[in-house]
């Protein structure tokens, strides 16, 4: 299963903060979105998912139009975890993960949802508070209760249907650094299963370290993509983000690009 944009526009006031966007995004893979503020990489995942109506172009699931499925069918195949999920009513972590599978596998039996919905608490790190109303936790564990959450959806589906797509928008921007490689190899782990992700992330060393793909957004037009060693160059960070060419090193046993601060700030 594929997700593709296809000339895809999204204006908004007179500006197109997507702007011509041709991008496949594959099975089996971890592709990571980057770009600097307002480039617009969030915009690019929420038109991915169908969440945000195009302006002009296309969205293909598997090569036929997004549109033509029904909301039950996408939800099977694809999850969104957006940046500021917005919840209102008072649920349990347990209640709010279960809601998951809702909306991709009503037919499974409460029983075997309970069940799911405790396997992915505890692999998020939050099985023991399970029974704590999430307006209680904290930031970051309220994103991985999102994070469960969209997990359930794609896992409870999967018993009619292969994995889907991971859609995360900034899944790690308020974890600690240890829940932060927790995230990403969770969303490696659901790649390498034969899922796909596709995620925005600010960072770009763990976008080099755990992605299979780079996207570089700039000015909502998709400035380059390739592998993390093809795409995070000298030349692309001093063009993009403005830094210093220097700042780029080479990891001597993964072969990957990074960047330290120290650099950076010097």
Known sequence: MT???????????????VNDVSVVFAPGQVTAIVGPNGAGKS??????????????????????????FSPAVIAARRAMLMQDGVLTARLTARELVELGASVSAAHLPHAERITMADRILDRVGLLAFAERDVMRLSGGERQRVHLARVLMQLEAAAFDTSLGFLLLDEPISAQDLARQELILRIARAHADRGGGVVMVLHDLNWAAAC?????????????????????????????????????VRTHERTGKPYMLPHDIMH
Do not use: K
Not at 3 to 12: D, H, K, Q, R
Not at 49 to 66: A, E, F, I, Q, Y
Not at 221 to 244: D, E, H, M
């Open 43 to 68: 915009s690019l995942l929420r038109l991915a998912s169908g969440l945000t109506p195009l302006s002009r172009g296309r969205v293909l699931l598997d090569d036929l139009p997004l549109s033509s």
């Open 3 to 17: 997700i593709a944009l296809e000339n895809a526009f999204w204006e908004a006031g007179n500006r197109a903060i």
């Open 211 to 247: 992605a299979d793909r780079i996207v570089v957004v700039h000015d909502g037009r998709i400035y380059a993509q390739g592998t993390p060693q093809t795409v995070l160059s000298g030349a692309l960070v001093r063009s993009v983000f403005g830094l210093a060419e220097e700042c």
